[in-house]
């Protein structure tokens, strides 16, 4: 690789670390970590999160680590934290450890007892409803809970039984004793914990009580010497809470919390509970339905680890947040895929062709090059015979203008075979055409016919060779940019977003592909063998992109 191909786009997170390291600070150590909520599986948006925590530490010899943020325990499941370890790995990236917030429940809870000590928090058993009243708005302050003054003793007694079950759900929480003035929010006494009866996947019904979010994820941090805690901006407001309760607490660590914009990508949600609903109500064939924006979506639709993180690299970090065209990610993958896939051919709506002046019995092989411009990936054989398959819109009965492939009368040229003349269709009772009678021209084969051009080059299988395949056309799943938008995101839904085509031939060197490799379907698109449904004895194929972008206007 040259040093040109090594350079990455400088952001401002690569900025700031670079700035850090060069004051020595935190003992010239880079740790990152990424921390998915179990809760779902990633998306291409958490694919963002995920290039740019390991690369930051990569490139500055760090550590990045994999912390499940399970603070809550009734959406949590262990079917997805497989299957985020699963996407983590397959997109190319090893933590340096994996940890659980649920490792930290007795630290986090002894932290909580110096908090109410030190009478930074209490015990509070005012409503939800009653919370949220007290909270105040974004114009007017906050009121403070009777109970914010409850002495040390009494809140580390009721904080006590809290954890020993003595309460019913919900009826008592504790809060950060901050500022219910303050013109931040989340500053106004914030709840830390809350009464929850629920079983937990890794700790069983060892706990009633659960921690929030904002107090586990900074104190996390902590436990593990982060050094940067990059997150997404919605959590920019939420900073001020972090560093109080670090602060406050006196940790030996203090991560710096750093924000970026997430990813907005069009045509598509990324909401984990919008994602969810596609699943469970079936608007989707599950998580990794190749339409999806899932890692486990996108790997059974044939993209790569490595086009994905072209994309995540190609899309940059800011602080604003930005709309990114489906475009920009199929372009991804189409690249890549044009540069690595081996072409095949494939009939997707498939015509028959019989070559009358081509004997009944004989047959020849082609070896066909693999990929135009990289001989290295070798040839193939291609067998040729009397009766081929070509595609129904590969012939046309009245031509469009220009139109350069098969009509009655016509010459087209085979790929990497004859050329051939349509001498006459064949219809059937109701006027559909079903068989072609041609002629090929056995001086041909390699070379132009003299004296006349041929325009058109089509691609073919022999009938007999070739296999049987079901192939499926994905397109978008939304058929606007912004489904969000819509008052229901389900409107927006592309009712053609998947094209069943059962009928479809390929050529016979496709038997031994590998489950999930990739290919180019000459003249169709790319395509990979799907990796659930395809067997030896029923291929079934995916489209993950066409040749080119047939959204571009
Ligand atoms: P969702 O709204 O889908 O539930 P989330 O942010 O709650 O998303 P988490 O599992 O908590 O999902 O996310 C793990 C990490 O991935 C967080 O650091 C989060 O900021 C980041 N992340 C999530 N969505 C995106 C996105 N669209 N772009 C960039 N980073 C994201
Ligand atoms: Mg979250």
Not at 18 to 25: N, T
Not at 158 to 175: K, S, T, Y
Not at 261 to 285: C, D, F, I, P
Not at 400 to 426: A, D, N, Q, T
Request: aromatic share 10%; net charge negative; with cysteine.
């Amino acid at each position: 690789m040259s040093t040109a191909e090594k350079t990455v786009a400088a952001n401002f997170i690569r900025h700031i670390v670079a700035a850090d390291l060069e004051q020595h600070k935190n003992d010239n150590k880079v740790a990152t970590r990424f921390p998915p909520e179990p809760n779902g599986y990633l998306h291409i948006g958490h694919a963002k999160s995920i290039c740019l925590n390991f690369t930051i530490a990569s490139e500055n010899n760090g550590t990045c680590n994999l912390r499940f943020d399970d603070t809550n325990p009734e959406k949590e499941s262990i079917e997805y934290m497989e299957a985020i370890e699963r996407d983590v790995q397959w997109l190319g990236f090893q933590w340096a450890a994996k940890f659980h917030a649920s490792d930290y429940f007795e630290q986090l809870y002894q932290y909580a007892v110096q908090l109410i000590q030190s009478g930074h928090a209490y015990v509070d058993d005012l409503s939800p409803e009653q919370i949220r009243e007290y909270r105040g708005t974004l114009t007017e302050p906050g009121k403070e809970s009777p109970n914010r003054n409850r002495p040390v003793a009494e809140n580390l007694d009721l904080f006590q039984r809290m954890r020993e079950g003595e309460f019913a759900d919900g009826e008592l929480v504790l809060r950060a004793k901050i500022d219910m003035a303050s013109s931040n929010i989340n500053l106004r006494d914030p709840t830390i914990y809350r009464i929850r009866r629920v079983h937990h996947q890794r700790t069983g019904d060892d706990w009633c009580i659960y921690p929030m979010y904002d107090y586990t994820h900074c104190i996390s941090d902590a436990i593990e010497n982060i050094t940067h805690s990059l997150c997404t901006l919605e959590f920019e407001d939420h900073r001020p809470l972090y560093d109080w309760v670090l602060e406050t607490l006196q940790t030996p660590s203090h991560p710096q919390q750093i924000e970026f914009a997430r990813l907005q990508l069009e045509y598509a949600v990324m909401s984990k509970r919008k994602l969810n609903q596609l699943v469970t109500e079936g608007h989707v064939n599950g998580w990794d339905d190749p339409r999806m924006p899932t890692i486990a979506g996108m790997r059974r639709a044939g993209y790569t680890p490595e086009a994905i993180r072209d994309f995540c690299e190609r899309i940059g970090i800011t602080k604003k947040d930005a709309w990114i065209e489906m475009g920009v990610l199929e372009n991804c993958i189409r690249e890549d895929l044009n540069e690595h896939a081996p072409r095949r051919m494939a009939v997707l709506n498939p015509l028959r062709v019989v070559i009358e002046n081509y004997p009944e019995n004989e047959e020849e092989h082609y070896a066909i090059a693999n990929h135009p411009q990289q001989p290295e990936m070798g040839t193939r054989p291609v067998p040729f015979s009397q009766v081929i398959y070509i595609e129904q819109n590969d012939f046309a009965e009245i031509p469009p203008k220009k139109f350069k492939r098969l009509v009655e009368g016509g010459e087209v040229r085979l790929r990497g075979s004859y050329v051939i003349k349509c001498e006459h269709m064949i219809k059937d009772d109701t006027g559909n055409i079903t068989e072609l009678r041609c002629t090929y021209d056995p001086d041909t084969l390699g070379k132009n016919p003299e004296g006349r051009k041929v325009k058109g080059v089509i691609h073919w299988v022999s009938a007999k060779h070739s296999l049987p395949a079901e192939i499926r056309l994905y397109d978008r799943l939304f058929k606007v940019a912004n489904p969000d938008a819509e008052s229901h995101f389900l409107d927006a839904l592309n009712p053609d977003s998947l094209d069943i085509l059962e009928n479809c031939r390929v050529e016979a060197s496709l038997q031994q592909a590998e489950s999930g490799s990739r290919f180019q379907f000459e003249r169709t698109g790319y395509f990979c063998v799907d990796s659930k449904d395809s067997s030896a004895d029923k291929l079934v194929f995916n489209r993950t992109v066409t040749l080119r972008d047939t959204w571009a206007s």
